[in-house]
């Protein structure tokens, strides 16, 4: 979009008007609805076939991956003893972590009354359950007999045995179904006014049929939105403790175990932040592309993105809080084997990948003290990659490095993944970005009917005068008071 | 035989011409004062329309607040119970093993995947209890005859006073909506 220049974004905070609006260049509810319904209804774009057909091929890759790992067998990771767990789990407990960060914008933020979260809460619910649906992949193929994956549900079997519920193992395999089911629900209750918007759009009768089908016939009747809103709340109240549990959960197959390295009750709190420093990272890197494409920089405003990073900035530092506490805790602890667990983790053999993660997670976010920094898209775009690969490396060394060198030294071992581990790990990001290509390509990638809700046209005492408290400046139109 | 999908299409009272009258209002603000008129009129099978849900409008209105939050906490509960039931039976019933002598009904060990049905639980309840509430899915509707009503996703906001309620009369009722400020009033057929 031509003429966006940086005087005309909104990222200053005015203190006599309140605060300044959400969505900018004179939008209007007809031209956001354009403005998100377009990218659907034109001619798919050349560029969106060079993101998909790649990311298409990916995920061949990540077929023919799983299929030979079903044919020939767990054989072909580089797993061994000592370590059992290699990529799978660190993929695992990586792909959850990115899915983090959509339920925590449309949850917590929506229960904060955060309002800017409107414009980016649909790309990040998506991207949520894509990243939900990768990570269910690998416990899946993890197993080994695949063909048995079902006893890890509570349903009879051949033997009579039921799974153990005392199992943090257990408990993960509800969490993180349930997480995925919840983020359908939550991300399908959104879409149906805005499918509703689509089909009353459509001109083809296929799309109309389609979108129609899916839209339930809804008709923005007021009597349904006070159910739907009231849905909306309570979902958003019910997710907000789930999504903290999730990887609370699978911090636990960790934590509850007696390794060194792992065995620590800093686990619950340190593995949240980090999803949600993790998947704010890919949102970034997401939208930084996504409004570029489809031309939604007054929707997706460079105050979104700011406050994006700043979120990082604080998570990155929780995260390096929490690294800082485990040396404390080893060291205060006076267990020579969690001392030594911790010093070979800086030291050690896999040194270069824990480096790799300070640098990464802690390092390289400071950069965003700077406004300059948050405000910029090359740095935003580089930043949310680092910060990306630091948080893979960060569950590498985790599983790798706490493992690699056990209480035996003669069963000490170096970790090497194989080539299709490797093939494994980048084709589940074929199944993410071919997912993530096909919902720009076929929804709404913005909440239009939330989106509209934080226009001020779209409040009924909108132009009425009022009184704005002296000492209130923040006071958006909502907060203040009608005369 | 009745057909099995029948409740995809509202069920309108027989012998009907119109199915009501339609009003489209220019902004939220115009559409919240003519609310306030259409219930103080004493209309009371009639709705509004909105591409987006308008902050109070249920006030204006005059609806009673929703009944979710009592299906939800019944669902939520029942699937929390589930999941507390179903580890009991699964260690105490189906398969009772001896864990290092801890007992077989150790329930701080259950919480996790107990709070995590109840989510689930509370959560199914929201989804459907809504749709439920808003006899939704409902494929066909009279007012989607008329294609002034496709803005209603867009930025149209509208009223609507159904023919069935008792103060409504085609000619009297058009003349309201356009006295309460509608920019364009129209008749929809039964249908």
Same mark, same amino acid.
């Given at each position: 979009?031509?003429?966006? +220049? ?10 006599? %008007? ?53 044919? +020939? ?55 949520t359950l894509f990243a939900v649906m990768c990570a =269910?992949?690998?416990? &899946? ?117 007696? =390794? ?26 997401l939208m930084v592309i996504c409004r570029k494409a489809?031309?939604? +920089? ?14 990082? @900035? ?79 490396? +960060? ?29 494994? =790990?980048?084709?589940?990001? &074929? ?11 076929? @929804? ?20 009425? %005068? ?18 | ?43 009371? #099978? ?55 002598? #801890? ?31 808003? #006899? ?30 008792? #103060? ?24």
């Amino acid at each position: 979009m031509a003429g966006l +220049e940086q005087a005309d974004d909104n990222v200053f905070h005015d203190p006599v %008007q309140g605060r300044a609006p959400l969505i900018l260049g004179g939008h209007d509810f007809r031209s956001i609805t354009e403005a998100v319904a377009e990218p659907l209804e034109s001619k798919t774009p050349l560029g969106w076939w060079l993101f998909f057909l790649p990311s298409l091929a990916l995920l061949a890759m990540f077929g023919v991956s799983i299929g030979w790992l079903f044919w +020939e067998g767990i054989g072909i990771w580089g797993v061994t003893n000592p370590i059992g767990w290699g990529f799978a789990i660190v993929n695992f407990v990586f792909w959850v972590g990115i899915g983090h960060a959509g339920t925590l914008i449309s949850a917590i933020l929506f229960l904060l009354r955060q309002k800017w979260r409107t414009s980016i809460n649909r790309a990040a619910e998506a991207m949520t359950l894509f990243a939900v649906m990768c990570a =269910l992949v690998f416990p &899946g193929i993890h197993v080994g007999r695949v063909w048995v994956a079902y006893w890890m549900m509570p349903v009879p079997n051949q033997m009579s045995m039921w799974p153990n519920f005392r199992s943090p193992l257990m408990w993960d395999v509800f969490a993180v179904s349930i997480y995925g089911t919840v983020s359908l629900l939550f991300w399908y209750v959104g879409l149906v006014p805005d499918l509703a918007t689509i089909r009353d759009r459509a001109k083809a009768k296929i799309p109309r049929l389609v979108y129609g089908m899916f839209a339930l016939g809804w008709r923005g009747s007021q009597r349904h939105w006070l159910h739907y809103e009231r849905a909306y709340l309570l979902l958003a109240g019910l997710a907000t403790p789930l999504v903290l549990s999730v990887h609370s959960v699978v911090s636990m197959d960790f934590a509850v175990s007696q =390794l060194p390295g792992w065995h620590t009750t800093i686990f619950p709190p340190y593995f949240v932040a980090g999803a949600i420093f993790s998947g704010f990272a890919m949102v970034i890197t997401l939208m930084v592309i996504c409004r570029k494409a489809f031309g939604m +920089e007054r929707i997706i405003t460079m105050r979104h993105l700011e406050n994006m990073a700043k979120i990082i @900035l604080l998570t990155g530092m929780m995260v390096g809080y929490a690294y800082a506490i485990e040396f404390f805790v080893a060291w205060y602890s006076g267990n020579p084997y969690e001392q030594f667990a911790f010093v070979n983790r800086v030291f050690g053999p896999y040194a270069w990948a824990y480096w790799i993660m300070v640098s990464c997670n802690v390092f390289i976010p400071q950069v965003f003290w700077f406004k300059k920094a948050r405000t910029s898209i090359p740095v935003l775009f580089v930043i949310s990659i680092f910060v990306n690969i630091g948080m893979w490396f +960060e569950r590498f060394v985790i599983v790798a490095s706490s493992l690699h060198r056990d209480f035996l030294p003669g069963s000490w071992d170096y970790y090497v993944p194989t080539r299709w581990d490797v093939m494994t =790990l980048v084709g589940s990001f &074929g199944l993410f970005f071919t997912m993530f290509c096909l919902f720009v390509r076929f @929804l709404p990638m913005v909440a239009i009917a939330e989106v509209k809700t934080v226009l001020p046209a779209a409040d009924p005492h909108d132009g009425e %005068q009022r009184v704005v408290l002296a000492g209130a400046p923040g006071r958006d139109h909502q907060g203040a008071l009608a005369t | 035989m009745r057909n099995p999908l029948s409740f995809l299409v509202p069920e309108l009272p027989e012998g009907r011409e119109h199915y009501g009258a339609l009003g489209r209002f220019a902004d939220a603000r115009s559409l919240y004062r003519a609310c306030e008129r259409v219930r103080d009129a004493g209309y009371t #099978k009639w709705d509004a329309h909105t591409p987006f849900p308008v902050h109070g409008l249920e006030r204006a209105m005059g609806l009673r607040s929703s009944p979710l939050p009592f299906v939800v906490l019944a669902t939520g509960l029942g699937g929390a119970a589930t999941g507390m039931l179903l580890q009991w039976w699964v260690h105490t019933q189906a398969y009772p093993l001896n864990f290092s002598g #801890k007992p077989t009904f150790s329930w701080p060990a259950f919480v996790p995947v107990t709070f995590e049905l109840g989510v689930l639980g509370a959560a199914l309840g929201a989804v459907f209890g809504m749709f439920a509430l808003n #006899k939704l899915p409902m494929l066909h509707h009279p007012l989607f005859t008329s294609e002034r009503f496709e803005r209603a996703s867009d930025d149209g906001l509208f009223i609507s006073i159904e023919s069935w309620d008792p #103060k409504f009369d085609a000619q009297g009722t058009t003349a309201f909506l356009s006295e309460i400020g509608a920019l364009e009033v129209e008749l929809i057929a039964a249908s």
